[in-house]
């Protein structure tokens, strides 16, 4: 996968988040577990688009990791959101699933990175 392809899929991502965070109810909890999710859903893909345009190696390094890590954290929310019962496993399944492979593909750039780097 491209840098570039990757970029697509983790702002197609956000997309989808940010319709899912659009969707949920007017109620307390909802709108706040909601607002941090949809954070972590967007920022993902703006630290990796940083990162891209990173000064140098560590730099690079450092923005791939906030960006899985925030990837992590947005699945975090969508799990409490389903767990909590503010919405339904089966409508955001592939959204979940989505988010997992984009923390994988973000952590496996990031051990690919640091290897390169001590070498």
């Known amino acids: ?52 345009r990173g000064t140098s190696r560590a730099d690079f390094l450092a923005k791939v990791k906030i960006a899985e890590r925030e990837c992590d954290e947005s699945c975090y929310w969508l799990e409490l959101m389903i767990a909590a019962g503010i919405l339904e496993e089966r409508l955001v399944a592939d959204l979940l699933k989505e988010g997992k492979e984009l923390t994988a593909i973000l952590g496996a750039i990031a051990v690919s990175t640091k290897r390169s780097t001590v070498s």
């Open 1 to 52: 996968m491209t840098a570039d392809e990757l970029e697509k899929r983790l702002k197609d991502y956000a997309l989808r988040s940010i319709r899912v965070a659009a969707s949920l109810k007017h109620d307390m909890v909802s709108q706040l577990l909601g607002r941090q999710f949809l954070k972590a859903s967007t920022s993902s893909g703006a630290n990796y688009r940083e990162a891209q």
